[in-house]
């Protein structure tokens, strides 16, 4: 383990083009969150929040945080020459990727619920002027509600992403193969 500010660094979750996601704990006390750490030297865009510059991808979720199915931002910080989120850790979460390479199956009114979910949920962040830019399999976590016992969904990685009020059409971002 390793220390971090106010988290335990723990073991990582996963790995994307840019950057690394850790399991941490707070140190004050004890909750379990997501962090994911990018190279400042890899951040290629900011925006102003609050007179602050922060990167985008954080600004994004920022402006998602109350659509359903996106996952919760709490936090973030610059240490070590690298920029942390701090966020919401679903421990029994998969990617979608995952979840379908493990031979899992859905039943077909799972797939539909599921999907509509996704759908809903990028309609809510176009309506708060973000488009995501990069819905893929990786992108999409699945998780049993502790409630309900369903599957559920949170999109995650905001990071090809662009405020629609300023994205020029000429960019399409996001993975190739998508």
Same mark, same amino acid.
Request: proline content about 3%; hydrophobic content about 40%; some cysteine.
């Given at each position: 383990?390793?220390?971090?500010?106010?988290?335990?660094?723990?073991?990582?979750?996963?790995?994307?083009?840019?950057?690394?996601? $850790? @399991? +941490?704990?707070?140190?004050?006390?004890?909750?379990?969150?997501?962090?994911?750490?990018?190279?400042?030297? =890899?951040?290629?865009? /900011? @925006?102003? =929040?609050?007179?602050?510059? %922060?990167?985008?991808?954080?600004?994004?979720?920022?402006?998602?945080?109350?659509?359903?199915?996106?996952?919760?931002? $709490?936090?973030?910080?610059? +240490?070590?020459?690298?920029? $942390?989120?701090?966020?919401?850790?679903?421990? #029994? +979460?998969? #990617?979608? /990727?995952? $979840?379908?390479?493990?031979?899992?199956?859905?039943?077909?009114?799972?797939? @539909? =619920?599921?999907?509509?979910?996704?759908?809903?949920?990028?309609?809510?962040?176009?309506?708060? +002027?973000?488009?995501?830019?990069? %819905?893929?399999?990786?992108? %999409?976590?699945?998780?049993?509600?502790?409630? #309900?016992?369903?599957?559920?969904?949170?999109?995650?990685?905001?990071?090809?992403?662009? @405020? %629609?009020? #300023? /994205?020029?059409?000429?960019?399409?971002?996001?993975? =190739?193969?998508?």
């Amino acid at each position: 383990m390793t220390k971090l500010n106010e988290f335990e660094v723990q073991e990582i979750l996963g790995k994307g083009g840019i950057g690394s996601v $850790y @399991r +941490a704990k707070r140190i004050i006390d004890g909750q379990e969150v997501a962090l994911k750490k990018v190279p400042l030297a =890899r951040m290629k865009s /900011y @925006r102003r =929040r609050n007179g602050k510059r %922060i990167p985008k991808e954080a600004a994004l979720l920022k402006k998602v945080q109350k659509v359903p199915g996106v996952i919760k931002l $709490y936090d973030f910080f610059i +240490a070590n020459d690298n920029f $942390y989120m701090v966020m919401e850790l679903i421990p #029994s +979460a998969m #990617s979608l /990727y995952d $979840y379908i390479e493990n031979d899992n199956d859905l039943l077909n009114v799972e797939v @539909r =619920r599921l999907f509509k979910k996704i759908v809903t949920t990028i309609k809510g962040c176009f309506e708060a +002027a973000v488009s995501h830019k990069d %819905i893929k399999p990786e992108n %999409i976590l699945l998780f049993r509600d502790k409630s #309900s016992g369903q599957l559920d969904i949170k999109v995650i990685d905001f990071g090809c992403g662009e @405020r %629609i009020t #300023s /994205y020029k059409g000429t960019d399409t971002g996001g993975t =190739r193969i998508y």
